[in-house]
């Protein structure tokens, strides 16, 4: 017995330290859904238009029906979502009442039980607007509306002599004597006045059972009721309420995380005892699971209020999930690197002086500068040294030319100020002349307001990307894309999280936390005030911070209060596994080479490929084989309207893919999901609104 008792122990205690939960990310869940109707007719009619009956009133009826159908659930912000349901929904039910009346019996009257039915058919397509709030991650209330457009409305009418039964029959009202019949009035048709449509509310509870581990199959039960508002027969009251128990089978796309349970704070027990004038009940050696009760006094309370309390532990992220006790794996592969020029040079507003975030060099430097330099340098580092890119391809093809267009944003002090648009192209041309010796008949200066191809100039950021100075040249060698190759690294998990646990009295005035490879820095974060909960460093997306000489990773949390104190959270590990390129040629064991392009510089609201991105097609071509996989992923930036951005870019990618005719494609449209480049610059939108292309090729060493 006492075994089970340790498992059950040891479940408990899983349970309590560490469960998943949903991330706060957007997600989507599609289902089929069915459901068992209880149907409740309530009404308040003699008869339906037109058709005879003799019932003093119906009043109320009952019935079964089944809801089959399909969702679409948005969860569109933490714990709410919005849902479309649509299925075919029966509603029948039959109406019943009963009276007395006086009847014949052979020749004689007697007071008979008379039975009046409406066995109604009903039917419909159920579309259905639906909002859910989560009150857990499995549980949640609904509410909404049903519109039900109606597609069957028949039913069935009779009178019944139920009692006597068999033995008195109705009055033939034209003799007057015994008919013989035992039923009257009865019709089959459609029913007259129909409503083509029938609103309701409805509202509901559900709760998620998952049946596959990675939480993506879902069989949720649910328990819903409807309330009639609006009538079936136009100008009558007859209505009916439902309720639906009902089972869905649902694919979802919920990322969920691993929290473990806070750790209680351990304080020190020279504090807790200082000058015995803190009283501790229970055995002081077992002091993390002793019971203890501080004596309220003025010294207790001024040491526990000037201490400050600190502790950090790191988690890995990996597709949503949260991995405790993170390995850092990391590996290396070949790469051709393909990073298109963007061919403008953007300026500040109201000013003709270079940006110095263009990487400037002296005449003496350029002599030196090699475009092999480039190799493992990121998109944005690579145009930022444009100046240098074009001087270095103007001294080595000598007969090219190229014009500069200096443009301006045409509004405040910019506005029809050409002058200005002049001062830009000219310190561009500067530049080239002076530090790379380029000789001024090789370039040519013209000035206008807004560019030809002018960004939308009603916004700040449209603004933005038209003060430039926009390069063409009659070389396509000058403005090509730059083209390396490299040694990529990629990093696993791609995501580490750091959760921050800091307690103090007094409040944190500042605070840092610091990773570190060996005793060189390789990644900080900092602030002041409050510690955020979590960091996370997105390691594999930025490629900063990843250890060079592949040591393990030390980090530490140092805070410091209001009142002056510090504290150092306890230094922690993060352990490497590491596969150099050294490695695998030695063991001479399997590999691939991934291989990154980038197409950008499409027209304006299409997706249609031009002449420059066909140049980049073929060259994708040349370098495909048989067994290269090959991801192609639409981008876009945050101007505009999101939706239209997403099939955008879905519809640019999928172009590529057809130009590449490869049968190993696979398309992923982003949109502004997922944000390359920092969009606060005109330069990072630009290179946002992008298709990228990853080619896996297998190799061996």
Known sequence: MKYFTY??????????????????????????????????????????????????????????????GGFYEYSFIPRLSGMIRVGYNSLNGLLNATETEYISQSGTGVWGEIEHKIDASLA??????????????????????????????????????????????????????????????????????????????????????QLNKDRTLLLIPELTFNYGMTPYVKNLTWSSNSARFGLSLVYSTAKYRMIEKEKPDVFDMKLLLAENEIEVLGNPDNLIYGVYDISENALAENILQSDLFATSYAVGINEGIEESKPILHIEEFLSLNMRPLLNYIFFDYNSAAIPARYKKISPQDANKFDLSSLSNEPVLPTYYRILNIIGRRMKEHGNANITLTGCNSDNGKEKSNKQLSQQRAEAVADYLKKVWGINPSRITIKARNLPESASNNTSEDGMQENRRVEIISDDNKILEPVVTNDTIVKVNPPVIRFYNNVKSANGIDKWKLNVYEENSLTKSFDGNDSVPAKLDWLIDKEKTGIPKNY???????????????????????????????????????????????????????????????????????????????????????????????????EQRAKNLGKSLASKNIYIRAVGANELLYDNDLPEGRFYCRTVVVEVETPIKW
């Open 124 to 209: 419909s397509v159920s579309l259905q607007p639906v909002i859910s709030y989560y009150v857990t991650d499995l549980f949640k209330i609904s509410g909404g509306i049903s519109a039900d457009l109606m597609l069957i409305n028949n039913f069935n009418q009779s009178e019944e002599i139920i009692s006597p039964k068999g033995q008195v029959s109705f009055i033939d009202t034209a003799t007057g004597l015994p008919s013989g019949e035992y039923i009257r009035n009865k019709r089959d048709s459609t029913i007259p006045n129909a409503s083509p449509l029938v609103l309701s509310f409805l509202g509901g509870v559900s709760y998620e059972f």
């Open 7 to 68: 498992i059950f122990l040891l479940v408990l205690t899983c349970v309590l330290q560490a469960q998943l939960v949903k991330t706060d990310e957007p997600y989507t869940n599609i289902g089929l859904n069915f459901d068992y109707l209880l149907n409740m007719h309530t009404a308040n009619f003699q008869s339906l238009p037109g058709v005879p009956n003799c019932c003093p009133k119906f009043e109320s009826g009952k019935g079964t029906g089944i809801f089959i």
């Open 551 to 649: 040591d393990n990773l030390s980090y530490m949390l140092d805070v410091a209060d209001k009142s002056g104190n510090t504290k150092s959270a306890k230094t922690e590990i993060i352990p490497l596994d590491q596969i150099t390129l050294k490695k695998k040629q030695m063991s001479k064991s399997g590999d691939k080479r991934i291989d990154y392009y980038s197409l950008i510089l499409f027209q304006f609201n299409s997706a249609e490929l031009s002449a420059a991105n066909n140049e980049i097609s073929q060259f994708i071509r040349g370098n495909l084989k048989d067994n290269s996989k090959i991801l192609i992923s639409g981008y876009s930036d945050r101007m505009g309207e999101p939706g239209h951005n997403l099939e955008l870019s």
